[in-house]
């Protein structure tokens, strides 16, 4: 469980708490599929379509952006992080769009544990909280199993303690 | 009918069961079944003649063939049987279908052979919709809805005696307000104050109605494509194709306005003890309540074309008017068209903290740069929005925060502190540049948006700090949502 340090744009909240390591390789999965779809799609157009300038074009972009995907994948992992405040829960999430979503415990809906097949193989789920409003959709990936299941159990002992109305 | 002359309070609220108006297997859709049956009867009534008797087709009418062959008597007996039948299914599928109403809540069951039944809550019931539909109208019946939160949860009771409908919306909504009948006291005197016609809040004039929905982009579109597109495809030759095309848009056009003038006449939004009732409709009407403390996010819009007359448009985002439902759009504005004086009337009921704010709520509709304490986005981030930046602001009252935004299309946001459900602060890399941010206040889903963009990043920093222990302590001492359990506010 690792403490992160403090970065622009927390609302001066400090001991967030990371996520681990071991999403990168979720990433890395879920980049290497998407380019192996994206080089399917360039091959055929290659075969297919005459002048070779098409499918040219569709496999350079896949080369480029799943290098810079694979790159910034272990940024974007560290910049994941979470913290349980004495109301609520706050997550904050990306590098390039930056978001900090605080969610008071009495106003959750219900929470999600999510296994992936690759997060499964790590040892890892996803957490999902919902709210009634459909725009406050957090999830929280990355974490070792035995962790969520332990803030999936805080999470709704907190929410059942201040349970409010709409 | 099945409701008698009872004294009116409480008498659906007793936990028993009651069943609804007799026509409703007919309003349900029997009618069409009905007609249906009398169709097939009467164009196929040769060969049922002849199925039935055994008589050979031989072209006359088979009303005289029965008489030539004396089958008068059996005849009759089986159109008697078919109508027996009829009445009895339609009795059955009346009398299994009840509901119930105890302190806490509604249960309501129905169906012959798939049998269901479904409870709710009373105190997460959101509002309460009366609407009549013209044959309903005919027969003095009323169709009750109970809005509750969640995708296709609510509760109909179809249907029920005009007078049975109001006494029902009114004896819920004295529930979901918490209130109890107190022992000893005379219940007289609750129903006076509740059975009071209210203070008109909002009442649209004929004039207001057809000029509101002419002055609309929707009829500046079409101004355009008959004074200009039109002349000029002439002109290019291709008039014959271009007219073909344009006139059933033009009647597709002018059906759906006439629509929108039809919903728009006779509005009317009524105060009262229970909350904010809301009227409309010329041929089918629509009777609405709205709780307070129900609403989670309200919008004052004003379209650029509506400035000179001074209207503005109202709508709201609420639990339990699920997406995606008919005419959605057209029920989640709370008033199509009202006058500033009238916002500033009907506000107050709706957010009770905005009470005594008139020079508040005036700045935000119409105000510019930081009068009245709005916070306006920075100048460097002005050609993020070149013409609207010095109208765009928040500002934070006691218990709720507004957002002005529009420069051309004026528009002002109040999210009620204690509705928020969870609060975000995001900014991309071009707001980076510019060091500003946005915070959204999360709602529940409806055509409100409630993102404050374009603030200065340490405000927004501030200001996401300040909703989140806000709202968590707005949410304790919340009551609104069960207004009548403690005294009104001094």
């Not at chain 2, 059933?248 to 039809?262: K, Q």
């Not at chain 2, 109202?314 to 006058?339: F, I, M």
Request: zero cysteines.
């Amino acid at each position: 469980m690792t403490v992160l340090p403090p970065r622009a744009l927390d609302a001066g909240i400090a001991g967030w708490r990371g996520v681990s390591h071991r999403l990168v390789w979720v990433d890395v999965a879920a980049v290497l599929m998407s380019a192996l779809f994206g080089a399917v799609v360039g091959v055929v157009l290659l075969l297919l379509v005459p002048g070779y300038w098409l499918g040219a074009v569709v496999l350079a972009v896949v080369v480029v952006s799943t290098v810079v995907r694979l790159v910034i994948a272990p940024r974007r992992v560290r910049a994941i992080g979470w913290i349980l405040r004495e109301d609520d829960l706050v997550v904050r999430r990306g590098i390039l769009l930056s978001r900090l979503v605080a969610v008071p415990y009495g106003r959750m809906q219900l929470v999600d544990v999510n296994r992936g097949p690759v997060a499964r193989l790590l040892g890892l789920a996803e957490l999902r909280l919902v709210t009634a409003a459909a725009t406050s959709d957090v999830t929280l990936p990355g974490l070792p199993e035995q962790e969520a299941a332990e803030l999936r159990d805080a999470l709704v002992a907190r929410a059942e303690e201040r349970r409010v109305g709409l | 009918m099945t409701t008698p002359a009872a004294p009116p309070r409480s008498r659906y609220v007793d936990g028993l069961w009651h069943r609804l108006h007799p026509a409703t297997p007919l309003l349900r859709g029997g009618i069409g079944l009905v007609a249906v049956l009398l169709y097939v009867a009467s164009t196929f009534r040769e060969r049922l003649v002849g199925l039935l008797f055994g008589l050979p087709d031989v072209g006359g009418d088979p009303v005289d063939e029965i008489g030539r062959h004396h089958l008068v008597g059996p005849a009759t007996l089986i159109v008697l049987a078919v109508l027996l039948i009829g009445v009895g299914l339609f009795w059955l599928s009346w009398r299994t279908s009840e509901f119930r109403i105890d302190g806490s809540a509604v249960t309501v069951k129905y169906g012959v052979l798939l049998r269901r039944t479904r409870t709710a809550q009373l105190d997460r019931v959101q509002g309460v919709t009366i609407a009549r539909p013209l044959l309903a109208r005919i027969l003095g019946a009323a169709r009750v809805e109970l809005d509750v939160a969640g995708q296709n949860a609510n509760v109909r009771l179809e249907y029920l005696a005009n007078a049975a409908a109001e006494d029902l919306r009114r004896d819920v909504l004295l529930l979901a307000s918490g209130r109890r009948e107190r022992e000893g006291e005379p219940p007289t005197a609750e129903v006076a104050v509740l059975t009071e016609t209210g203070t008109p809040v909002l009442t649209v004039t004929p004039g207001r109605a057809i000029g509101s929905v002419l002055l609309s982009e929707t009829v500046v579109v079409l101004v355009v494509l008959a004074a200009v597109v039109l002349p000029v495809s002439v002109a290019l030759g291709a008039g014959v194709p271009a007219t073909a095309s344009f006139v059933p848009l033009m009647i597709g056009s002018i059906t759906v306005l006439v629509r929108r003038i039809g919903r728009n006449l006779r509005f009317a939004v009524v105060s009262t003890p229970d909350g904010v009732r809301i009227a409309s409709g010329l041929v089918s009407t629509s009777t609405e309540a709205l709780p307070p403390g129900r609403v989670h996010a309200l919008r004052i819009e004003q379209p650029l074309l509506w400035r000179p007359a001074g209207w503005w448009r109202v709508s709201v985002n609420r639990a339990g008017h699920a997406a995606g439902r008919r005419n959605a759009e057209a029920e989640r504005s709370l008033a199509p068209v009202a006058t500033t004086a009238e916002v500033l009337a009907l506000l107050p009921l709706l957010v009770p903290d905005l009470g005594d704010r008139r020079e508040l709520v005036l700045a935000g509709l119409v105000g510019r740069g930081d009068g009245e304490d709005f916070t306006t986005a920075p100048k460097r981030a002005r050609w993020l929005r070149p013409l609207a930046w010095r109208r765009t602001g928040f500002r934070m009252t006691d218990a709720s925060v507004l957002a002005r935004s529009g420069w051309l299309h004026r528009e002002l946001v109040v999210v009620p502190d204690a509705r928020m459900q969870s609060v975000s602060l995001r900014q991309g890399p071009l707001q980076r540049l510019l060091r500003v941010a946005t915070v959204h206040p999360h709602v529940v889903t409806g055509p409100v948006n409630t993102r404050l963009g374009l603030i200065d990043v340490d405000r927004a920093e501030q200001l996401f700090t300040e909703l989140a222990l806000v709202g968590v302590g707005a949410r304790r001492t919340d009551v609104s949502h069960r207004w009548g359990d403690v005294e009104p506010r001094p």
